[in-house]
């Protein structure tokens, strides 16, 4: 009798597991089954195809409601031995109609027609990927993906999709399937390896050991205390205002160089802890904003790191507004990046209270300074950042 596994099993992880830890144990096994680290190379490919099938079954709350239902059958068939329960066999089935002569399609034809529909729905994935309208793109993937499951440009194009969104899980079980169906793409094999090492250092984060956990408390209660001796020393000696600012920009006219510099201190302190304690994921993943040309034939990327550093040094608030609008359009909020923008902004406050004399200065303008040190740690950060 041929033993399979369901998808439970295959996890490894019983029925009653919930989602967040079918995530869990689906990092743990992609890392595990990783080609780079298997020793049985073929064996590694064909669990990935099955862990990936598992994931994406059981981690959609109706797929998964489908598939216990069915797996629910199935036990109750092995149990009765396959038998019906029911006497309707007994009973004499009505003679059936012959079947009248159609006229039936060649197989050329249905295949054809097939293909020029997986292609139009590609078409419209590639122009809501490049339009950065990525509802409409995972909507045409999938219907390509229903006509051809083994497209493997429709898995990769929802693969970036769930990527540029921070859905890391999604994103990694569509580059899963793709990289089998397309093994020889060594574009895609990097970015699976790029991303089993990004969800590799989230998950640690989200549920290291007790002694990296620890480690990471006292790292940023550590950095904290630092920050407000910093700023108790401020509102205690904060300096004498900078000649040539007070010529040339009265807008900050009052600023110390102390002042300056604490922001600047702190602004990178804050960057770089928040980064290397895994707080914050990769800063090339979470300011650049990967898009296509219309006809897909040419990638191109907006840097919004870039546009966020020149338009915060004239003004945090404007370039925050800014970020906030490229990715409503973009439909790609970056918790990381938004957790930056909020950092920043209550240093700023912080600030602000800690330098009376110009305070109205510190809050309007001080996010200029502040912001970009912390990108600056951030990316500093993730240089050094430890595998916890």
């Not at 780079?36 to 994931?55: L, N, S, T």
């Not at 404007?318 to 906030?324: F, K, Q, R, S, T």
Request: aromatic share 10%; net charge positive.
């Amino acid at each position: 009798m041929k033993n399979t596994q369901n998808y439970y099993e295959i996890l490894g992880v019983p029925k009653t597991a919930s989602v967040g830890e079918i995530k869990k144990r689906y990092r743990e096994l992609v890392r595990l089954h990783h080609p780079d680290v298997a020793a049985d190379k073929a064996g590694a490919q064909a669990a990935f195809i099955k862990i990936a099938e598992a994931y994406q079954t059981l981690v959609k709350p109706d797929k998964r409601m489908l598939y216990d239902s069915t797996l629910g059958m199935s036990d109750f068939k092995v149990e009765t031995g396959g038998r019906s329960t029911s006497r309707t066999t007994d009973i004499p089935k009505p003679p059936t109609e012959a079947p009248r002569a159609t006229r039936q399609a060649r197989p050329e034809d249905i295949r054809r027609t097939r293909q020029s529909r997986v292609e139009s729905w590609m078409v419209e994935a590639r122009r809501g990927f490049s339009s950065g309208q990525f509802r409409s793109a995972i909507h045409a993937c999938r219907e390509a993906v229903n006509l051809e499951p083994r497209n493997a440009e429709a898995h990769i194009l929802m693969g970036d999709i769930y990527r540029i969104q921070g859905s890391l899980d999604e994103a990694l079980g569509m580059y899963t399937i793709a990289i089998q169906l397309d093994p020889r793409n060594a574009g895609l094999q990097a970015k699976l390896d790029r991303l089993i090492r990004r969800t590799g250092s989230h998950s640690h984060a989200a549920g290291g050991g007790g002694d990296a956990n620890s480690l990471k408390s006292i790292l940023l209660m550590v950095t904290a205390v630092i920050v407000c001796g910093l700023l108790a020393w401020l509102y205690m000696q904060p300096g004498q205002p900078v000649a040539w600012i007070q010529e040339h920009l009265l807008m900050i006219g009052l600023w110390t160089d102390r002042l300056i510099t604490i922001l600047a201190v702190n602004g990178l302190l804050l960057g770089f802890i928040l980064s290397i304690s895994g707080n914050l994921v990769a800063i090339e993943d979470e300011l650049v904003f990967p898009s296509v040309r219309a006809m897909g034939l040419r990638r191109v990327s907006y840097p919004v790191g870039l546009l966020l550093v020149f338009f915060s040094l004239f003004s945090f608030y404007v370039a925050a507004i800014l970020y906030v609008l490229i990715a409503w359009l973009q439909e790609s909020m970056s918790k990381s990046v938004l957790m930056s923008l909020g950092v920043s902004f209550g240093l700023v406050a912080l600030s602000s209270l800690a330098f009376p004399r110009g305070s109205s200065q510190v809050f309007y303008f001080g996010g200029n300074i502040i912001f970009p040190a912390f990108l600056l740690g951030w990316g500093i950060g993730d240089m050094f950042r430890p595998r916890w």
